[in-house]
């Protein structure tokens, strides 16, 4: 009795602290036009209960946390996530499931308005964006917080190849992979030697100096005003906006596809364990013989990729690009969707980017909240499940038995 | 090698000759690790040269070279902290070691080449053959952070002599260790020596298996060398007295 008592002490001092600190804005209301003031005093209530529910909850998960939380470490207590995982790997749930999935993607655009197929397209192009930060971040260890600069190199490689020399879309779609190696080597160089915060605040500089060179270079990029009319791809001729967009998408479905198998092999490769290596101790790693600064360039060079690949597929789809599409709030939100979704984990990325494009989308209503939802659902679940929706399950290698 | 004001190694002259197990000791902050990172290629040294000699004979200087470069000329450690890769398991981490001598690029990892699958078929086999050598085989699968502490250790060695190293730097391996541990560990490092033919060089504060097992010691205080020989010599000197005991 004791407890609930001192905890009902401790939320209510909460609830008068905040009563006071948003008095001004809850109970005050002024009316510029008439000069006077309306006092809502009844906001006084609603804040006042809000928040002592709200902080004794809050106090209450965080101890839940603390006392329990932390000796249980995600393979001892199977959860849902672990359970679902299971099922889904015995064969006779997989193979339907998969065979259901390619059904459904295929006749997808033929069930759907365009304007939904567009919607989807959209979010498989952030999925792909997020696997390729994946690299950087999950694989590599390494905070980057300027992606969508390389986003913006694929991107204007298509609108400018084309602006001058009237380079078509597939021409232009290794290009844009090519390009975004070459800026992913560039932020590698300067950031060698670098470790959390201080990669993190460079690789921010990177991304906002390339969206400014972008503006300001306007005789060759024609800055704020963008490019425009840039041809969707063609199918041996030039298609409608309807075809177009479906062919979009399954383009986009291909690059997802191939986007997840590169990155499987990867996982289980050399070149994977060593970039794990390097994540878990860069000295000891080094002194197993692993090239430090091959191992950070690679891991830049190949998350860029993925990004100049959607970057030209982005200009063919919108046909219109500027500068303004590739702010650090792009990066942002492309960070979000990755460690929303479970850093380093294939399947808790693409439902992070999902959810990141596809909740906005739907839930219009809540448009004017969509940052704060983002900022919240990040605070908590930085604080309680850090490892992200879907945690990454680390595969090892086996003797007497094969991979697990 | 000068830090700011400090000589923390100051003018010590070694060579360690192949075949042979030395050791370094020491009181603590003598500049013994200090001396492992100038050599591996943590630190680079302010002043001297490290020169290292390959099977051809060829003499490398190593001064300012990586530390994975001089991993891939011969020359492997171990930590006095140890460092793990906690989250892979003993076996992972052995693999890890192979990485110097295997081949695979972006291009073996995306498209696995029959040269990619042959090579990694091997690092597996190759890896439980070294767990075998120190006996850890039975903890192939475990993670390497739930090991007894002993196992840690050895786990550590193994690692390093997975990247098939001419010199085994080894920092305090038996710290932490009872007798029996440590008695094994003088027997296993024996044996490294006779059956793969690894050249040890050894930071150590236990003296009994100092004594028993190098054939050379340098003793090293505040920086400086102050004794050097066979172990019946470097026990009987005045100086190493004094330096452990005070006066």
Redesign the interface.
């Known amino acids: 009795m004791n407890k609930i008592l001192n905890e009902a002490k401790k939320s209510a001092l909460n609830a008068l602290w905040i009563i006071v600190l948003t008095f001004p804005i809850m109970v005050i209301k002024v009316n510029t036009i008439n000069a006077t003031v309306r006092w809502r005093w009844m906001n006084i209530l609603w804040v006042g209960f809000g928040s002592f529910v709200l902080s004794w909850m809050w106090r209450y998960f965080l101890d839940r946390r603390e006392s329990g939380g932390s000796s249980k470490s995600d393979d001892e207590k199977p959860g849902r996530i672990v359970k679902i995982r299971k099922t889904l790997a015995e064969r006779r749930v997989r193979v339907p499931t998969l065979v259901s999935l390619a059904v459904l993607v295929v006749v997808f655009p033929f069930l759907v308005s365009f304007y939904q197929v567009g919607i989807m397209t959209s979010a498989l192009m952030f999925v792909i964006l997020g696997l390729g930060l994946n690299i950087v971040i999950g694989y590599g260890g390494l905070l980057h917080l300027g992606y969508a600069a390389f986003y913006a190199v694929g991107a204007y490689n298509y609108g400018l190849l084309y602006l001058y020399w009237g380079v078509p879309f597939w021409a232009a779609l290794p290009l844009g992979a090519v390009s975004g190696m070459v800026f992913g080597l560039l932020i590698g160089f300067p950031v060698l030697r670098l470790r959390g915060d201080y990669l993190a605040i460079v690789t921010l500089a990177f991304g906002e100096i390339v969206r400014l060179l972008l503006e300001n270079l306007s005789g060759f990029t024609k800055g704020p005003e963008g490019i425009a009319q840039i041809p969707r791809p063609g199918f041996f001729s030039k298609l409608s906006l309807q075809g177009a967009t479906i062919y979009l998408f399954y383009i986009a479905i291909v690059l997802v596809l191939l986007t997840i198998f ?1 990155m499987r ?2 996982e289980d ?6 970039l ?2 390097m994540r ?2 860069e ?11 091959k191992a950070k360039l ?1 891991t830049f060079a ?1 998350g860029a990729v993925w990004a100049g690949l959607v970057g030209v597929i982005l200009a063919g789809k919108t046909t219109y690009i500027n500068p303004g599409s590739f702010t650090l709030m792009e990066s942002v939100m492309i960070l979000v969707a990755v460690v929303l979704g479970g850093t380093g984990s294939i399947p808790g990325v693409i439902l992070g980017a999902f959810l990141v494009t596809l909740i906005p989308e739907y839930f219009r209503a809540l448009q004017d909240y969509r940052m704060l939802m983002f900022g919240v659902a990040l605070v908590v679940m930085s604080i309680f499940r850090p490892q992200g929706i879907i945690p990454k399950v ?1 595969k ?5 038995g094969g991979e697990s | 090698m000068v830090f700011g004001g400090l000589r923390a190694v100051d003018h010590v002259n070694m060579h360690i000759d192949e075949g042979e197990i030395v050791a370094l000791i020491g009181p603590n902050g003598a500049g013994k690790t200090t001396l492992f990172n100038c050599v ?1 290629g ?1 630190y680079t040294p302010t002043d001297g040269d490290i020169k290292v000699s390959a099977d051809g004979g060829e003499v490398t200087r190593t001064n300012g070279m ?4 001089i ?2 000329l011969g020359l ?2 171990t ?1 006095q902290n140890i ?7 003993a ?2 981490n052995v ?3 192979r ?2 001598k ?1 081949s ?3 291009f ?3 498209f ?1 080449d029959s040269k ?1 699958r042959e ?2 078929e091997k ?2 086999e190759d890896s ?1 053959v070294i767990l075998k050598k120190l006996g850890l085989e039975k903890h ?2 475990e993670a390497a952070s739930s090991l007894p502490y002993g196992a840690q250790r050895l786990l550590e060695i193994a ?2 002599m ?2 098939e190293p001419q010199l085994l730097l080894l920092d305090e391996p038996a710290a932490g260790m009872n007798p029996q541990e440590t008695r094994r560990l003088d027997d296993t490092i024996t044996r490294i020596r006779d059956e793969e033919g690894i050249t040890i060089l050894l930071i150590e504060h236990d003296m009994s298996l100092v004594m028993s097992l190098s054939e050379r010691i340098y003793v090293l205080d505040y920086g400086k060398l102050i004794a050097e020989g066979n172990p019946t010599e470097v026990k009987a000197n005045p100086a190493v007295v004094k330096a452990y005991l005070g006066e």
């Open positions: 590169v092999r990867l490769s050399r070149i994977g364990r060593a794990e290596a878990e101790d000295i000891a790693a080094q002194s197993m013989g692993i090239d430090l600064t690679t190949l680390r090892h290698y086996r003797v007497g | 591996t943590v990586k530390p994975n470069r991993t891939e492997a450690r930590f460092r793990l890769f906690s989250t892979m398991t076996l992972e693999m890890i070691g990485h110097p295997l695979a690029g972006i073996g990892a995306i696995r990619t090579e990694e690092v597996i439980l192939a699968n690692r390093a997975a990247t």
